[in-house]
């Protein structure tokens, strides 16, 4: 019966496809099971509630987007930090590569002492797989004096070592960066990135731009 085998073979496919969706119920239910608990002024209930849905679904976007959300509009900055990283390993992931680059930005606004170098550097190599992954500095970076102005040719430094050596060294002030097509600088304020200037982008999209 040539319509029972197609029938059969329809249903595996359908089944093999589905293995790889995530269980949308249960997602909507925990979902919904936040909100009912944020309606009620118990936010910490409502964490408990994704970050159980999560143990079950780590890869699910939505659950992580919204623990974002609720943690980081109830005083629990380093949760809403430890969220916008896993978010950006996803993201970068699906190549989704400004989401990813938005969720590494918010991380160290919510989290200074979180360096988002690696991140950067793995949406460069995701962009442009072409390029040649540049070698970790061996060494810790040394400290520099405020008010002393270092520069380098970047074809033997990478823009993100420049940025981890001023992170580290929790420096205030611009770091500029020219080629032959452009000119931009990045705005630090005690190691942490506060601004990007690049032509007529200014903030996220000029950082991007940037690197």
Known sequence: MPWLTRGLAETQRKDMADDHKEPV???????????LFIKYGSADRALKRLRTALDRNPRSIRLRERMRE????????????RQCLAL???YIERDNFDAAHDRLLEAKTLDNRISIVTGLEAIRRARHPELPAKPAAQTEPTRI??????????????????IQAIENSRLTGALMLTNNAQAGRVLFNDGQIIGAECGKLTAT???RQIV
């Open 25 to 35: 119920g249960e997602i909507e239910t925990a979902l919904l099971d936040a909100e």
């Open 70 to 81: 609720v943690a980081a509009a109830n005083k629990h900055p380093e949760e809403a930090a």
């Open 88 to 90: 950006a390993s996803l």
């Open 145 to 162: 004096r405020p008010g002393v102005t270092f520069a380098g040719d970047l074809a033997t430094i990478s823009v993100f070592d420049a």
């Open 205 to 207: 999209e000029a950082f």
